[in-house]
């Protein structure tokens, strides 16, 4: 029997020579960017043909659908990485904190504040990111560019966060906004290092911004993180 590669197989082929070759093109290294399958829309059976094809970091942006899929898979993978990429409501801190590899979606003091306690609480330090708003539309979420700094100084000092750095979602625009908003977050990455003590930049090393429509753009501006759904599971 002729075995077929699956069609998630075959996407997650495409999406890894596109991503060396907009690497290659914007003169970096492939190992420097990271993909994350975001399995928001897609069931156990679409995230197990991703695993059986190497995949290892997902991310789902509801806390139920987070809670039962790694419920669900952990006991056949223990190396899955599972990444928050959605709206935080304080309620549901207590199911993400310590289950989220890395938190992508901090975007206010009341829940950086909320996810330090509660990782106290559990005696961990929770990876995450700050969400900057940085096209300015008004439905999404995320830190306003002048908020930030206050925002990461608050969050540096809170014992249960560690800071891994900065998350945006880019304008829906013509190509040349939404390279402006991952311009924009580059420059408030490398602002925000500047600002940090020497102990604390060591850490603050992750851009996550890049989805299905314009990963490509977002490689070029120096992305780390890439989230993708559409083109792994369509
Ligand atoms: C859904 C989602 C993605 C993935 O979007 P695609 O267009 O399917 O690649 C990335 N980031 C966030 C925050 C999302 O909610």
């Given at each position: 029997m002729i075995s077929e590669r699956s069609h998630i197989a075959q996407n997650i082929d495409r999406l890894n020579e596109r991503i060396s070759a907009a690497c290659q093109k914007a003169g970096r290294d492939v190992g420097e960017v990271r993909l994350v399958a975001v399995s928001k829309t897609v069931g156990l059976s679409e995230i197990r043909e991703a695993l059986a094809y190497g995949v290892r970091d997902f991310g789902e942006n509801r806390s139920p659908s987070l809670v039962e899929k790694q419920d669900e898979l952990k006991a056949d993978f223990n190396d899955i990485r599972w990444h928050f990429i959605g709206h935080i409501q304080s309620n549901k801190v207590k199911e993400i904190v310590g289950r989220a590899a890395l938190i992508h979606s901090v975007a206010s003091e009341h829940i950086a504040l909320a996810i330090s306690q509660r990782a106290e609480l559990m005696g961990v330090r929770q990876p995450v990111l700050l969400e900057v708003n940085t096209s300015g539309e008004p439905q999404k979420d995320g830190v306003s560019a002048s908020g930030l700094a206050g925002l990461l100084d608050l969050a540096m000092s809170l014992k249960?966060?560690?800071?891994?750095?900065?998350?945006?979602?880019?304008?829906?625009?013509?190509?040349?906004?939404?390279?402006?908003?991952?311009?924009?977050?580059?420059?408030?990455?490398?602002?925000?290092?500047?600002?940090?003590?020497?102990?604390?930049?060591?850490?603050?090393d992750l851009l996550s911004m890049g989805m299905t429509d314009d990963f490509e753009i977002a490689i070029a501006e120096g992305a780390t993180i890439l989230r993708i759904g559409r083109a792994v599971w369509e």
């Open positions: 249960g966060l560690q800071v891994r750095g900065l998350m945006t979602m880019a304008a829906i625009a013509e190509e040349s906004g939404v390279r402006a908003s991952f311009r924009a977050l580059k420059r408030l990455f490398e602002e925000s290092r500047d600002s940090l003590d020497v102990h604390e930049k060591t850490t603050f």
